[in-house]
């Protein structure tokens, strides 16, 4: 079975993304069991370093999907991958649902990066500018369309509704896949995977290098320890 290689810059990137990811993640969590005032978690200087830790991974996402299979796409290790990130969506949906079962997590980060890479690898055999494109094009339409016939569960997904369903992680395929075909387009037009050293090393590589565990075992971890720190206001 073929292994794909690894890019240092890439892992250092992500490890980077990732303590981003604990430091937010860990400011909502103190929030919500009452140790730090309520409203720093729905302050829009805090929401939008949320926004800017996703959209770094989904970014980051575009570009190793690109020098992975550019120009040839293998189709066991993208398989592989995408079955992987699927079943790690699921279990977060599993998780989210049996901790908030009225907002759990149906469509965050991990759902969008497996469908974004569905429709990105119809890009990446393609040149730069139809990702650009693409990209343009999923992070503009829902300024300039949305209808209440999206806000049917079937189809919120979409990001096209005329209301936010209530979640603890909001990533619709409208805009977020955009900055993924971003990191596609990125790859494609100036990033030489030659230049990129093959091979991680440090503790930031090694947390972007397991970005995925880090995801999934975090929250459960930091939940856990501040339920069992005393009494809380919930």
């Not at 991680?200 to 397991?210: N, W």
Request: hydrophobic letters at 55%; proline letters at 7%; aromatic letters at 16%.
């Amino acid at each position: 079975m073929k292994t794909m290689p690894r890019w240092q810059t890439l892992d250092i990137a992500r490890g980077w993304a990732v303590i981003a990811m604990i430091s937010f993640h860990l400011i909502w969590d103190l929030a919500h069991f009452g140790y730090i005032a309520e409203n720093i978690a729905w302050a829009q200087p805090f929401k939008a370093f949320g926004h800017t830790i996703a959209s770094s991974f989904l970014f980051i996402a575009g570009i190793s999907l690109t020098l992975a299979h550019d120009p040839k796409i293998h189709w066991r290790a993208y398989l592989r991958h995408l079955a992987l990130i699927s079943a790690s969506a699921a279990l977060v949906s599993i998780g989210t649902y049996v901790a908030f079962p009225s907002a759990y997590v149906f469509f965050g980060i991990l759902h969008c990066i497996a469908t974004a890479s569905v429709i990105a690898l119809g890009l990446v055999i393609f040149p730069w500018p139809l990702a650009l494109s693409a990209a343009l094009f999923f992070l503009l339409l829902p300024f300039f369309f949305s209808s209440p016939m999206f806000n049917a569960d079937l189809w919120q997904w979409l990001g096209l509704s005329t209301r936010e369903p209530m979640t603890q992680d909001w990533r619709p395929l409208f805009p977020w896949a955009a900055p993924l075909f971003f990191g596609v387009a990125a790859a494609k037009s100036f990033i030489k995977p030659k230049t990129n050293k093959s091979g991680t090393s440090g503790p930031i590589a090694f947390l972007g290098r397991h970005s995925l565990m880090v995801y999934l075992l975090h929250q459960p971890l930091i939940f856990t320890v501040l339920s069992n720190l005393g009494p809380t206001t919930r």
